[in-house]
């Protein structure tokens, strides 16, 4: 087999992405993309409404250092600093807790967390007065 030459690469690459598009799959991608942008709407509403119940929860006022590195699901507003001033503490500075997970404890166990003798008790789920979350 000969050699192709750059004319007749650029040829073959232009006619592979040409593309055959069917109309059903057009459609059905269309379909997708119009769900995914609909889902990523709702996340946004849904983020709006936990950084408003949130605000009237915070009564501390805490410095919190340096920001953790951002995750693809972590809240679009600064959750960290709210519950941070609801729980009067950063629990995301203990390794493995992130804002999600740190979101949970404290709507399962609410903001007093002086039943856990210290931050490894609250990640180990151990309190003082022997019950644990789940």
Known sequence: MAPLSRHNREAEIARALT?????????VLAQALSMFDSL????VECDAKIEALLKPLGCHEIELGADKQRHKHTPRFDARTALARWA??????????????VMTILCEVGPDLHAFPSFAAIALGVSSEKRSFR
């Open 19 to 27: 593309g055959n598009w069917r109309e059903e799959h057009l459609f």
């Open 88 to 101: 009067g503490v950063d629990l995301t500075r203990i390794n493995g807790l992130g804002v999600g997970t």
């Open 40 to 43: 990523a709407q709702r996340i």
